[in-house]
């Protein structure tokens, strides 16, 4: 195993240097962590990093501070508790999404092992490409980053749709593959690779008629914090947990098992109690507010972000994303109100993405509280 230290998409194999050390991402299989795995990746944590583990918006996990002479003996760890492919390149390429209510056995768990086989025979994609197994007892996967989704129609037969489509089309579980396979090398052949992503793709070419024949099922319940079904799904402020937190609460509330889900979230099959700093409040307004490590920890940034977002999180009302510079990592996306590093001073960006053009610009952090809520 050979760690290379290059690209914007960190995972285990292929790390991400980062001003605090190396960002070592964890793909978990069918996005589940037992609580074998989760209690060593806290210790994982603990040894080789900041003590802390960020969860991503795609449902992984990351190990940050990680130095370069022990990243071989991480990731023999990894390995050992079998968090770790065998192969880089499938492991890069290994973006499945799962919804939190798969069992053992199930359809929604035998696509994604098909599809988890069939990747390393799919045609060369753009690094960002992925997957989404929408295929629960009630879809909501649409709003996560995903290019290729498992779904099903109103009538429960299953279906394929490309992110960026209205409508997919009808598929069986035994061509499945087969189908992924066709609709990638036709993204391939009318240039899908300059655009980068299935959806921005298809704003500029037509997608053939015969792959928009069913609508999926209407999104009824977006995955947020709460309680139900005697489960409870959680959150923590930018997606990060002290490793000593999550030790305490798997211990507290017994838990065999982990689901890690879109939105930096996690679901476990048990009614948990309120045990700091997870969130249970789906309105939350910590759960509103969005920002990258900021520098000192990635090199790109020019300003601090976490410690400012805590302090203008009760001056807006809606989304704040404060981002270190115009990649947008923490968000990419709009938020109500964005907040861009530049050259030590910040960008302010209302109702956009942090590479928008900005409402007000060259802002330092005093500037901040009074200008947010009227820009
Ligand atoms: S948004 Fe910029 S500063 Fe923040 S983590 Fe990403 S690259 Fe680094």
Not at 89 to 105: A, H
Not at 228 to 239: H, K, L, R, Y
Request: proline share 8%; with cysteine.
């Amino acid at each position: 195993m050979t760690a290379e230290v290059k690209g914007w998409c960190p995972g285990a194999h292929r790390p991400m240097a980062s001003g605090d050390g190396l960002v070592v991402r964890v793909r978990p299989f069918r996005a589940c962590l037992t609580d074998q795995q989760a209690l060593a990746l806290c210790a994982l944590a603990e040894e080789f990093g900041n003590g802390m583990l960020d969860l991503t918006s795609r449902a992984n996990v990351q190990i940050r501070g990680v130095a370069a002479d022990r990243h071989q003996d991480l990731l023999r760890a990894l390995w050992d508790i079998d968090l770790l492919d065998a192969d880089p390149q499938t492991e890069g390429r290994r973006n499945i999404l799962m919804p939190p209510d798969w069992v053992s056995g199930d359809q929604t768990y035998r696509l994604h092992d098909a599809l988890a086989k069939a990747i390393p025979d799919f045609p060369d994609l753009p690094e960002k490409m992925g997957y989404a197994v929408d295929t629960g007892r009630s879809p909501c996967l649409s709003d996560a980053s995903a290019d290729l989704r498992f779904e099903r129609d109103g009538d429960g037969h299953l279906m394929l749709r490309l992110d960026g489509a209205a409508k997919g089309w009808r598929i069986d579980e035994r061509n499945a593959m087969s189908a992924v396979k066709d609709a990638l090398l036709w993204f391939n052949a009318t240039g899908g690779k300059s655009a980068g992503r299935m959806a921005r793709h298809l704003r500029q070419v037509s997608l053939p008629d015969k792959w928009q024949s069913c609508t999926p099922r209407a999104v009824t319940k977006p995955l947020a914090p709460g309680r139900d079904n005697d489960a409870t799904t959680f959150g923590v402020p930018f997606g990060n947990i002290p490793a000593r937190d999550l030790i305490r609460l798997i211990q507290a509330a017994r838990l065999t098992e982990l689901r890690l889900l879109p939105h930096r979230l996690i679901r476990v099959a048990t009614t948990v109690p309120d045990i700091a700093p997870f969130i249970t409040a789906p309105d939350h307004p910590l759960l509103r507010i969005h920002a990258c490590p900021g520098a000192p920890f990635c090199p790109q940034a020019t300003v601090e972000t976490r410690d400012l977002a805590m302090r203008l999180a009760g001056s807006v009302g809606g989304t704040l994303h404060v981002s270190g510079c115009a990649k947008g990592c923490a968000r990419p996306g709009k938020a109500d109100v964005t907040l861009t590093g530049r050259s030590g001073r910040f960008d302010l960006i209302r109702d956009g993405t942090p590479w928008d053009p900005p409402a007000a610009a060259g802002l330092l952090p005093h500037d901040l509280p009074d200008l947010i809520g009227t820009a």
